[in-house]
DNA sequence: TCTGGGGTCCTAGGGCGA
DNA sequence: TCTGTCGCCCTAGGACCC
C-alpha cells in the first residue's frame, strides 16, 4: 500500500502557520514579480480562479476582503523540509515528490488500521508544523493519488484521510474522478479521451491496452494499470538534477545587450552556484530571450542557443564567458525583452568528471569559487559577485506583499508580545 | 504598467558506424 | 567495393507534473 501525503493548499498554509488570525480567512498567494495567482485557500476559491492575473483582479481581492501574499520561497522552502521530516519517522521509505507532496510506502503495515496510522500522521504534522494534510492510501500510487482528492473533497466525513482498500470502493472512486482529474492526464489528452466517450477515470480502465498504448504511450498504459489495481510505479529514490534553471521575467522590458548580459550572467552564476551545491558540473549551456507574448501590439522576437562547452565546469567565470558568447549571437537591436533564462544541461556528477585532452579549466577557478561561496554563505545574501553583474542590486523583484521569513532570518522572527 | 518558475519523460526522425 | 539493415545517439517537440 502506498499513502500520499499532501498539504492543503500549501502557500496559504505556510502563511497562516505563523498568523493564526488568518485562519478561516480567504487567502492567495501571488507568483514572482506579483504576476498572477498560484496558491489560494478554500475560502478564496469562490472568487479567483488559479493564475488570475493579479492587476486584473485588484478590485475582487478588495471586495471580498481577500489577503493577498507575495511568494515567499524561503518560508516555504523551510516549513516543507519540516513536514516532511516529520512523515519520515513515519515510515522508512518516503519520496518527496514536490514541495508539498509526499508518497510513503506503507507496505509491512498492512495489519494496523490505515486509516487510524494516516490520522495518527496527520495530527503529528499539523501539532509540529501548523500545516493542514490530507492522505490518500491505496494499493497502487495513482489510486492514492485518487484516494487523497477524496480525503481533500470531502473532509468533514472523511476526517482528511481515506483508505481504497476493496474493489468494490476503487470501481466506485473510478467512476467518481473525472478523466480530467487523474495523475497524467493534462489537458491534451483529456480533451482526446473525451472525444472518444471517456469521461471518468473508470472508463479509462476499461479501454483496450493495445489502444491505450498507441495513442497515449508507456505512460498512459503504466497508468491504466495503476488505476487497476496493478502496481508499476514504486517509489522513486532521490536523484541528481538532469537541467538546472534560473529563468526570469523582468518587471520591466530591457532592450539594450549590456543589461541583458548583466541579466543573463546572473541567471548563469545561479546556475552554477546550484550545480556546485549539489557536487556536480555541466557541459551545455542553453541561455534564451524572449518578447513579451502577452503584448500582440509590439513586435516579437524569441530566440534560444545551446552551447557545448568544451570541458564539465561549475565555475561562475566560465559559464558568465559562455552567456555573453551567446548572448552576442541571438541578440537583436530593436526589442523590448521581458523574459531571458539560462538553463545548465549535460550534468554529471564530481566523480564522473571527463576531462579533455586539450583544454581544461584553470585549477584556480574550483578554488575562488569556493571561497565565494563560503563568504556568500557566512554572509547570508550575495556579497561577492563578478565584475559584469549589478553589485547595486537594482533588479529587485515586485513583492509587494511579502510575509516574514520567520524560520530562516533572525531579522524576521516571530515576535511575542 | 502589470500575465511565474522549474522540472521530467517519451517519441519521432535523422545521422552515422558496424 | 557497394548496399542494405540495425541499433545507438542526439535533438526537437510535445506531453505531463508541481
Not at 476503487?170 to 487523474?182: C, F, G, S
Not at 495503476?226 to 514504486?234: R, Y
Not at 556536480?280 to 503584448?295: D, E, K, P, Q
Request: hydrophobic share 35%.
Amino acid at each position: 500500500m502506498y499513502a500520499l501525503i499532501d498539504c492543503n493548499n500549501f502557500y496559504a498554509s505556510c502563511e497562516r502557520a505563523f498568523r493564526p488570525p488568518l485562519i478561516g480567512k480567504p487567502i492567495v498567494v501571488l507568483s514572482n514579480n506579483d504576476g498572477c495567482v498560484i496558491a489560494r485557500s478554500n475560502e478564496a476559491k469562490a472568487h479567483v480562479p488559479m493564475g488570475a492575473v493579479y492587476y486584473q483582479y485588484k478590485q475582487v481581492f478588495k471586495e471580498q476582503n481577500i489577503h493577498v501574499f507575495s511568494s515567499n520561497y524561503p518560508l516555504y522552502g523551510d516549513l516543507s523540509n519540516r513536514v516532511m521530516n516529520v512523515l519520515s519517522s513515519f515510515s522508512p521509505e518516503i519520496e518527496i515528490y514536490s514541495i508539498d507532496e509526499a508518497f510513503m510506502s506503507l507496505s509491512g503495515f498492512e495489519r494496523l488500521d490505515l486509516t487510524c496510522y494516516g490520522k495518527a500522521i496527520k495530527e503529528k504534522v499539523k501539532q509540529l508544523t501548523h500545516i493542514p494534510v490530507s492522505i490518500g492510501i491505496a494499493p497502487t500510487k495513482a489510486l492514492s493519488k485518487i484516494a487523497n482528492k477524496i480525503a481533500k473533497k470531502y473532509d468533514s466525513r472523511t476526517g482528511g484521510v481515506y483508505v481504497l482498500d476493496t474493489a468494490e470502493k476503487r470501481a466506485k472512486a473510478l467512476k467518481w474522478t473525472k478523466i480530467e482529474d487523474v495523475w497524467g492526464i493534462g489537458r491534451k489528452f483529456s480533451q482526446k479521451l473525451i472525444k472518444t466517450g471517456v469521461s471518468t477515470a473508470f472508463d479509462f480502465t476499461q479501454l483496450p491496452e493495445e489502444y491505450v498504448k498507441k495513442e497515449f504511450s508507456v505512460v498512459g498504459l503504466r497508468l491504466q494499470k495503476e488505476l487497476q489495481g496493478i502496481s508499476i510505479l514504486k517509489l522513486e529514490q532521490v536523484k541528481t538534477k538532469k537541467a538546472i534553471a534560473t529563468t526570469r521575467s523582468f518587471k520591466s522590458n530591457i532592450s539594450d545587450i549590456e543589461s541583458l548580459n548583466e541579466r543573463l550572467t546572473t541567471f548563469a552564476c545561479s546556475c552554477a552556484e546550484k550545480l556546485r551545491r549539489q557536487n556536480s558540473f555541466c557541459n551545455m549551456l542553453m541561455i534564451f530571450i524572449h518578447t513579451n507574448g502577452h503584448r500582440k501590439d509590439q513586435a516579437q522576437y524569441s530566440k534560444n542557443i545551446v552551447m557545448h562547452l568544451p570541458y564539465p565546469t561549475h565555475s561562475d567565470i566560465t559559464l558568465s564567458r559562455y552567456v555573453t558568447k551567446g548572448l552576442n549571437a541571438i541578440y537583436k537591436k530593436g526589442y523590448a525583452y521581458k523574459k531571458a533564462g539560462v538553463i545548465a544541461m549535460g550534468i554529471s556528477p564530481n566523480t564522473e568528471k571527463q576531462i579533455n585532452l586539450f583544454e581544461n579549466e584553470n585549477p584556480k577557478h574550483e578554488v575562488l569559487m569556493k571561497v565565494m561561496d563560503r563568504i556568500n554563505s557566512r554572509l547570508g545574501m550575495k556579497k561577492i559577485k563578478l565584475a559584469n553583474q549589478n553589485l547595486q542590486k537594482t533588479w529587485i523583484m515586485r513583492q509587494d506583499s511579502l510575509s516574514c521569513r520567520y524560520t530562516t532570518d533572525w531579522n524576521e522572527l516571530l515576535k511575542v508580545q
